[in-house]
């Protein structure tokens, strides 16, 4: 069995939670409020800001066995760079201030999301960066095309509200590809243990994420 599959696996409950969220599901039947999207897209912005940073210092981290990989972080960071504005632009596009989003905080659970990734980074293993890669690219394949197409019909929005959603669902299914050959790579044991714990991590914090805007947003007859 090939480490990415052994990933995929250890995952599998954890990836399943997330998925299976009430606030995930009323957005796939397009039963959430023009409020809860920029809410989402907020918190997104917020957290999508950091992945070049993020990136680059998992780059420089990365010891000499992993030059192949540092070569293929370089190819991230060229396609990820200046994401976080397409999310600017999408909240604009709702009638949100998207000025307002640049300058302001997170919510505590994209902070400590964001914050867990680059201790990752820093103190552990930069290898483990590669878990948030696998939850937040897995998840926009899975579920951010869908969502996208579903809630631009349920809240009557044009398609310049969605460019991060929809664009994401199937650029990441390259990445996906990609980011399989990559992990199979990784035949260190430690490394490969590291990788499946952070993964583990990122879904129950990025799941925070949602468990927030759930609270915030949902009601009984919405679930």
Not at 114 to 132: C, L, Q
Not at 175 to 202: G, T, W
Request: glycine share 8%.
């Amino acid at each position: 069995m090939t480490i990415y599959q052994q990933l995929l696996d250890a995952t599998d409950t954890e990836r399943r939670e997330l998925q299976s969220l009430p606030i995930i599901r009323a957005a796939a039947m397009g039963n959430v409020s023009l409020e809860a999207y920029i809410a989402f897209l907020t918190e997104a912005y917020h957290h999508v800001k950091h992945t070049t940073p993020l990136l680059m210092s998992c780059g420089g981290r990365l010891p000499g066995k992993y030059e192949w990989l540092r070569t293929a972080v370089a190819e991230y960071i060229e396609e990820e760079v200046g994401h976080q504005e397409w999310i600017l632009g999408d909240i604009k596009a709702c009638g949100g201030d998207a000025e307002a989003v640049r300058t302001g905080m997170p919510r505590t659970a994209t902070e400590l999301m964001v914050s867990y990734a680059y201790d990752t980074i820093a103190r552990v293993n930069p290898v483990g960066f590669f878990g948030m890669v696998l939850v937040l690219e897995g998840t926009s394949v899975a579920l951010a095309t869908h969502a996208g197409k579903t809630l631009q019909q349920s809240l009557g929005l044009g398609s310049d509200a969605f460019s991060y959603l929809t664009s994401h669902g199937s650029l990441d299914v390259g990445h996906v590809d990609f980011y399989e050959s990559l992990i199979n790579k990784v035949e260190d044991p430690a490394d490969q243990a590291c990788l499946i714990h952070c993964a583990r991590m990122f879904y129950k914090l990025y799941g925070d994420i949602f468990r927030d805007l759930g609270k915030r947003f949902l009601t009984e007859e919405t679930i």
